[in-house]
């Protein structure tokens, strides 16, 4: 599907991947960042990134779970894995709007009437009206509160 996509940059893999097979991505020399948001690792070919982008590119796992990609088959292979995947904590939006995710919710902390559109990563609406505690199930997401926007993982 991939294949000699030489201008891929960025790989982003749900929670919910289990698998890469071979040559997955067989020529995408250009990407600089994966991130993969699945808690366990996922099933991966050794060959499923070429030997430069296991060399050089940034490998973003969920906050917790380094170490776990950092001795699993194929993803042992990235130089560099960073565990900080993470949509808990507080993300400021506009200064007066606050973004957290905390036991498969999102929680908006804004000021009344403010209005919030949530987005799956496949950029269908999830939700828009009121800033309500929200529980879209697991995933990632975008959420826009005015005119700016920030990703979640829940």
């Known amino acids: 599907m991939f294949y000699n996509c030489s201008k891929l940059g960025t ?13 997955a ?19 991966c070919a050794s060959d499923a990134f070429t030997s430069s982008v296991y060399g050089t590119a940034q490998l973003k796992v969920p906050e917790g779970c380094r170490e776990a990609y950092a001795a699993a088959d194929g993803w042992s292979l990235f130089t560099h894995i960073e565990g900080s995947l993470s949509g808990i904590g507080n993300v400021d939006i506009e200064g007066d709007c ?4 905390a036991g498969g919710r999102i929680i908006f ?10 987005y799956s990563v496949d950029g269908r609406l999830v939700y828009q009206g009121p800033a309500c505690d929200l529980m879209p199930g697991r995933g ?10 920030v990703r979640v993982a829940v």
């Open 98 to 101: 606050d973004v957290k995710v």
């Open 109 to 118: 902390d804004c000021p009344a009437g403010s209005v919030v559109a949530v």
């Open 140 to 149: 990632v997401y975008i959420v826009r509160v005015s005119r700016y926007s």
């Open 25 to 43: 991505f067989t020529g995408c020399n250009s990407i600089g960042l994966v991130e993969c948001n699945a808690a366990e690792p996922p099933v």
């Open 11 to 23: 790989v982003v893999m749900s929670a919910s991947m289990t698998e890469i097979g071979r040559g």
